[in-house]
């Protein structure tokens, strides 16, 4: 059984910082390419930001210079670290993993966590 569990998210002011975390189980963690979406009320998902399973990352316009996408093959776990957060940071990040071999495509989602930045 796969599982992507999220964990990290809260209640932040403006201007400060989060880490997201995302674990893995069921699957095997260093072939999946990785990826934070979230998702604010009324809106469409968005991706943040990707890892892939050699390393390479690739950010949203909005979050470039202020979040930083790693992943940790040992620990099954891929994280995004949130700085300089504002209001419209404000959602609910998901966890993505995703893999295509040969003709399938195999794509989890974990059930995601609140991030609020208010004063």
């Known amino acids: 059984q796969v599982q992507l569990v999220e964990s990290g998210g809260g209640l932040v002011q403006p201007g400060g910082s989060l880490r997201l975390s995302c674990a893995a189980s069921?699957?095997?963690?260093?072939?999946?390419?990785m990826g934070w979406y979230r998702q604010a009320p009324g809106k469409r998902r968005e991706l943040v930001a990707g890892?892939?399973?050699?390393?390479?990352?690739n950010y949203a316009d909005s979050v470039k210079g202020r979040f930083t996408v790693s992943r940790d093959n040992a620990k099954n776990t891929v994280y995004l670290q949130t700085n300089s957060l504002k209001p419209e940071d404000s959602a609910v990040y998901y966890c993505?993993?995703?893999?295509?071999?040969?003709?399938?495509?195999?794509?989890?989602w974990g059930q995601g966590t609140q991030v609020t930045v208010s004063a």
């Open positions: 993505n993993a995703n893999l295509r071999m040969s003709l399938k495509t195999y794509d989890f």
């Open positions: 069921g699957i095997i963690f260093s072939m999946y390419d």
């Open positions: 890892i892939v399973q050699g390393g390479s990352t």
